[in-house]
């Protein structure tokens, strides 16, 4: 079966620190991961997906497949980043995306 | 811009009543999904289908049921609601697989039991 674990229920961090979401798996063959972001107030969105190995909103996360991990990361934090994020992994066979518990995200002036 | 709607933002039901969730989505995809999120949770998987009158059972089905008898509407039905169903519930679509596929999501339903 698979899993996805995220640690931390809340990150709190001040404006301009780094920040690291955490996130790590189990899932025996090759995961196909992302990030959702859920702002106040909005529906839950796609931030990034591992295949694009993209950058967006200043986030980046790394497929770490020794370390069955895929943490969120960004190394200046803004006010308005300030959300609920969830990891999410999705395997050959099940169409369905399984969500971690998610971390939310509380940056301070 | 794709579109999922959920029927209701907020319900509010009685112990024992059968309660319809209503998504549409309008992008033409085959994968649908209902979640439910709860705090310290996350979303939990309940039923989905990948097309029309097809449906698999999620990680959390029991006291649930689903209806897709046309692509772009999926149905969840509580057949007796109690009150640990209530939640905040997720409706999802997608088209096709793979990696790079986007899960669009409803704004959800919050659904108190009383």
């Known amino acids: 079966a698979q899993r996805v674990t995220q640690p931390e229920k809340l990150l709190s961090v001040f404006k301009g620190a780094p920040v690291e979401l955490k996130c790590n798996y189990s899932?025996?063959?090759?995961?196909?991961l992302f990030w959702y972001v859920q702002y106040s107030r909005q529906r839950l969105q796609l931030l990034l997906r591992?295949?694009s190995r993209e950058s967006i909103k200043g986030f980046t996360a790394d497929l770490n497949k020794g370390e069955t991990s895929f943490h969120l990361k960004k190394p200046f934090a803004q006010e308005e980043d300030s959300a609920m994020y969830y990891c999410?992994?999705?395997?050959?066979?099940?169409?369905?995306?399984?969500f971690g518990s998610g971390t939310r995200l509380q940056v301070q002036p | 811009d794709v579109k999922v709607t959920q029927s209701s933002r907020y319900l509010v039901k009685r112990t024992g009543e059968k309660v319809f969730l209503e998504c549409v989505q309008d992008?033409?995809?085959?994968?649908m999904f209902w979640y439910r999120q709860d705090p310290g949770l996350g979303l939990r998987l309940i039923y989905f289908?990948?097309?029309?009158?097809?449906?698999e059972k999620g990680d959390i089905p029991e006291g649930y049921s689903v209806s897709r008898e046309k692509k772009e509407r999926f149905s969840l039905i509580l057949e007796s609601a109690s009150t640990n169903q209530t939640s905040m519930y997720l409706c999802?679509?997608?088209?096709?697989?793979?990696?790079?596929?986007?899960?669009?999501f409803g704004q959800g339903t919050r659904l108190t039991v009383v």
């Open positions: 999410a992994l999705r395997s050959a066979g099940r169409r369905a995306l399984t």
């Open positions: 899932y025996s063959g090759s995961p196909e």
């Open positions: 591992h295949i």
């Open positions: 992008m033409d995809h085959e994968n």
């Open positions: 289908s990948y097309d029309v009158k097809m449906k």
């Open positions: 999802a679509s997608y088209k096709g697989q793979g990696a790079n596929t986007e899960a669009f």
